[in-house]
């Protein structure tokens, strides 16, 4: 079982920047991806960027090019760097992590993206 706390939620402006954290409470070993998925209300969560256990990243295309999915494994933790940030990425960001069948989630956190 590991616990993730995500952190870095806030409201910020268009075209600002946000860097979300996302702490695991110890280190994982093995094949796993660590994925930031994003739920606006209404909407279904969609994944918006995954980095896996052997550093191959991807995103949504929505995002590409604004933002940057990132580790430091000796913390233990995954960042998402958010830049340009539009209104349209308002939402929950959660984040994921999967070792064999197993998903962990953590709690979210709020992004808004407003004047």
């Known amino acids: 079982q590991v616990q993730l706390v995500e952190s870095g939620g806030g409201l910020v402006q268009p075209g600002g920047s946000l860097r979300l954290s996302c702490a695991a409470s110890?280190?994982?070993?093995?094949?796993?991806?660590m994925g930031w998925y994003r739920q606006a209300p209404g909407k279904q969560r969609e994944l918006v960027a995954s980095?896996?256990?052997?550093?191959?990243?991807d995103y949504a295309d929505s995002v590409k090019g604004r933002f940057t999915i990132s580790r430091d494994n000796a913390k233990n933790t995954v960042y998402l760097q958010m830049n340009s940030l539009k209104p349209e990425d308002t939402a929950v960001y959660y984040c994921?992590?999967?070792?064999?069948?197993?998903?962990?989630w953590g709690q979210g956190t709020q992004v808004t993206v407003s004047s």
């Open positions: 980095i896996t256990s052997g550093g191959s990243t």
């Open positions: 994921n992590l999967r070792v064999g069948r197993v998903d962990s």
């Open positions: 110890r280190s994982i070993f093995g094949i796993y991806t």
